[in-house]
């Protein structure tokens, strides 16, 4: 039997239902984590060679050495947060595996109490006995089920997508060279380093804004807030490091 039709036999619900179902579409943004590897890369990737390039130009360097130093930082920064963001994936995927054999072997070892967390589990939604033991014991008769139900509603924990760990590190990476190269791009085409910086300050911070409302638009918080907070966090950041160098040379 294909997976197909195995789910089709698995999973049958009322006609009626059905035809809901089929005429019902429900518009749920679903790239959670995709948007989340883009936003930490981006934001990483314009504030930290927006530092770096500030700080160097306060140190009165040319634009060759902020752009040859820019480049080199953009490179291992995406390297070093694109391995971030697959270990962290790998981790994930590896405590599921963990969890998911446990919950295996406990399934088999002590049923009785496993099928009891499970009535548990339904009470806690103001289900009473004589309705969930019905689905109790259904999920008894199916372990695959009950292993399914056990690791999402008891453990919390939700199936990683087995390629989500090298699509973390490549999307995170680039996120970050994407970011990172617009706060080099002034350095590009100006020469003295200090006329570059201001407009490197220009151009970093109209990304950040917009960056910055795209990020709250995507997750649900005020899209202008989050604009200006990510600018004023950036602004920040690149005046620590341009006094700093100046109190340093100095």
């Given at each position: ?25 429900e ?33 009165n ?7 040859t ?8 920064g ?8 697959y ?13 998911m ?30 309705e ?28 990683p ?88 040379q100095?």
């Open positions: 039997m294909s997976s197909e039709e195995d789910k089709i036999t698995r999973i049958s619900i009322e006609p009626e239902k059905q035809s809901l179902l089929d005429h019902h579409t518009k749920h943004f679903t790239a959670g984590e995709i948007v989340r590897d883009i936003i930490l890369g981006v934001s990483d990737g314009l504030t930290v060679p927006f530092a770096l390039a500030a700080g160097l130009s306060g140190a360097a040319s634009s060759s050495i902020v752009l130093a820019g480049i080199a930082e953009v490179a291992a995406a390297i070093s947060m694109g391995l971030g963001g270990l962290a994936a790998k981790s994930e995927a590896d405590h599921y595996a963990r969890e054999k446990r919950e295996q072997e406990e399934i088999v070892a002590v049923p009785e109490t496993e099928a009891a967390e499970v009535a548990e589990i339904l009470a806690q939604y103001g289900i009473e006995p004589h969930y033991s019905p689905v109790v014991n259904a999920l008894r008769k199916n372990p695959q089920a009950w292993l399914d139900f056990m690791m999402r509603f008891e453990l919390g924990l939700e199936k997508d087995p390629r989500r760990a090298f699509q973390s590190a490549f999307t995170i990476a680039i996120a970050y060279v994407l970011g990172g190269f617009v706060p080099l791009f002034p350095y590009m085409f100006i020469p003295q380093a200090l006329d570059a910086v201001l407009a490197s300050v220009v151009i970093t911070l109209i990304a950040l804004f917009i960056f910055g409302y795209g990020k709250g638009h995507f997750t649900g918080s005020r899209p202008i807030r989050s604009a200006f907070e990510t600018a004023f966090i950036g602004a920040i950041a690149s005046a620590a490091a341009f006094c700093l160098a100046k109190v340093v100095h």
